[in-house]
């Protein structure tokens, strides 16, 4: 099990990708515009509203590695 910070511990996190994608369906339907993205800082899922290269860049940066340039 990786450490989590702060960031992580406050937000839902997935075990699995298809978990998360599940549950990003069930939110969507109901009209909540909502991605799931992988976290290298916890190495589980989480939900954004925010771009992915957005929350990649900001977690990688967190978890002391570069950005990510797409």
Excluded: D
């Amino acid at each position: 099990m990786r450490k989590t910070r702060k960031s992580c511990r406050e937000k839902k996190r997935y075990a699995s990708q298809a978990a998360a994608n599940r549950r990003a369906v069930e939110l969507n339907r109901k009209g909540v515009r909502i991605k799931p993205y992988w976290c290298p800082v916890c190495g589980g899922w989480h939900m954004t509203h925010r771009s992915p290269t957005a929350v990649l860049n900001e977690a990688f940066v967190e978890a002391g590695l570069a950005p990510v340039y797409v």
